[in-house]
């Protein structure tokens, strides 16, 4: 399974952005997909994730603000994040849930997202 994430970019503090990540290869071995972030000098943390049956659960620090969604017929996630505040200035990554593990066990190659001031 390969992902590929796109969407970053530069935006002022109380934009918005819509990350995408596309799923190629076998899709049959993965089931749930998740964004984490990681900004400079801190761990990656989990931002978003989201079941085959579109259930959804979010951190703490990004709820009311960002959305996941999922295009099965696509094989696309989503992150759409509103209200962008200068701490959410990390780089974004997307990864898909490997059905025989329960793990994340794909990941895209991470799409920066900084947000001013």
């Known amino acids: 399974v390969q992902l590929q994430a796109s969407g970053g970019g530069l935006v002022q503090a109380g934009g918005s952005l819509t990350l995408s990540c596309a799923a190629s290869?076998?899709?049959?071995?993965?089931?749930?997909m998740g964004w984490y972030r990681q900004a400079p000098g801190k761990q990656r943390e989990l931002v978003a994730a989201?079941?085959?049956?579109?259930?959804?659960n979010y951190a703490d620090f990004v709820k009311g603000r960002f959305t996941i969604s999922r295009d099965n017929a696509k094989n696309t996630a989503y992150l759409q994040m509103n209200s962008l505040k200068p701490e959410d200035t990390a780089v974004y990554y997307c990864?898909?849930?490997?059905?025989?593990?329960?793990?994340?066990?794909?990941w895209g190659q991470g799409t920066l997202v900084t947000v001013s001031s």
């Open positions: 989201i079941t085959s049956g579109g259930s959804t």
């Open positions: 990864a898909a849930r490997g059905i025989m593990t329960g793990k994340y066990d794909y």
């Open positions: 290869g076998s899709y049959f071995v993965i089931n749930g």
